[in-house]
């Protein structure tokens, strides 16, 4: 066994998070961790310094330096201008597999759905949390839902790495490509290709609204849930609850070269300083860190302590039950119960036993690069003051030779030609010229867009439509 002290960067956060950090680290030592701290400043302090980011360069080193980034609860200023630190983190240092536990424990922690182990795989850096939005007239405003098959293929790999490795059976994806049939659509195709590589793995797929009604009502019925950025976001948060409290999950966030771990809870101003808030979402954070830096046997050690001090009834304020609690603890009294039962195990939960590190490796495919050739266009264009029918009768006169208009369509929804009058049109309108002779030139499409301008439609912007490999690389418009 490797006794060397592994590099860790930690942060003690904002709100309860130097609470809650203090009294893990109390457990660590305790425990005998192998850790050598890095402490950084992250959060408010730094907002208030005048960096957006709410972290330093310096802070960023010594990331890269360790690797390996343990982070309690930051404050994230409201306004505009200000990013959220996490999702900064992930996408600067390529996090971009979140993990998140939620298993049940009852009868120690109420829970509908005593039998739940669930374990939510997020994709972590793409979809809206690209953060690309614009405004692009007096009415209409615009976020990009970015999906990617190398980030795809990524995530679907980790997620069937990861429940080979920890002994799970099935991975179910949760998407919404009945409606987005190319983003949702990519993600699950590449998902089901992916699952054919894993036959040891079942593999199923549902659509999100029904997914998490399922989930909400029966979460026996799933293993893991492989899921795209946004909707692993909400899910994870609902199937943390449903397990019983989502102060009691921690989750990891995974890159190829470093890894950041986290309670899921936020920084809770309103209990700060009471001493009175639950450490176990980070300190279950922390398990999930000693795995990762190859300590499974603390790893188990902690778990099992804290498991076995959940089931003798010592609970924060949270979780605590009249019917079932033997004492409420405050912070540091709860982490004093599980330094007390270290060395023992649960005798009605089920014990944990984590290898020194579970092999995940995960792999993008090289694959072929498609033909890709430019057949139309998509105009955004700002017209506040014309009807469908105006604005499309003027467009046919300026399509010239090397084009047609193909529809008009006012918020997804086609509105010429053969629009329905009940149709609410704002100021944007997407204008799509398909090309009358096949594949087109950049030259003929600035063309197109200069006689637009000429003519006195306000530009906003435009979409290049294209095809691979001869199939369209866009959909039609809503109604078409």
Known sequence: MNRTPVPVTVARGDGIGPEIMAATLRVLEAAQARLAIEEIEIGEAVY??????????????????????????????????????????????GLYANVRPCPAYAPFVATRHPGMDVVIIRENEEDLYAGIEHRQTDEVYQCLKLITRPGCERIARYAFEYARAYGRKKVTAFTKDNIMKMTDGLFRKVATE??????????????VDIGTAKLADAPEQFDVILLPNLYGDIISDVAAEIAGSVGLAGSANIGMNCAMFEAIHGSAPDIAGKGIA?????????????????????????????LRTIEDGVHT???????????????????????????QSPNVLKPVAYAASPSIEVKVLTRAR???????????????????????????????????????????????????????????????????????????????VTRLAKAGHPFVKSEGLFTFDGEDGFTKGQGQ
Not at 318 to 330: E, H, L, M, P, R
Not at 414 to 435: H, Q
Request: aromatic fraction near 6%.
């Open 370 to 448: 498609q033909k890709k050739e430019q057949v139309g266009i998509d105009v955004f264009l700002d017209e506040p003051n014309v009807t469908p029918e105006q604005l499309g009768k003027s467009l046919e006169q300026l399509a010239g030779p090397d084009f047609r208009l193909d529809m008009l369509s006012n918020r997804g929804q086609k509105v010429y030609p053969g629009g329905a009058p009940e149709t609410l049109c704002v100021d944007a309108f997407r204008c799509r010229f398909i090309s009358t002779s096949g594949a087109v030139s950049t030259e003929q499409v600035i063309a197109l």
């Open 317 to 343: 304020a949270d979780i605590f039950d009249a019917n079932v609690s033997k004492q409420k603890a405050g912070t540091d009294e709860f982490a004093s119960a599980v330094i007390a039962r270290l060395g």
């Open 194 to 207: 992916v699952a054919a590589e894993y036959p040891d793995i079942a593999f199923e797929h549902w659509i």
């Open 48 to 93: 208030k310094r005048g960096n957006a980011g709410g972290i330093e360069q310096s802070s960023l080193d010594s990331l890269r330096r360790t690797g390996v980034f343990f982070k309690a609860p930051i404050t994230t200023p409201q306004g505009g201008g200000v990013k959220s630190l996490n999702v900064t983190v992930r996408k600067t240092l």
């Open 278 to 306: 639950n450490p176990s979402g980070l300190l279950l954070a922390a398990v999930q860190m000693l795995v990762h830096v190859g300590q499974g046997d603390v790893a188990t050690t902690i778990h099992n302590a804290w």
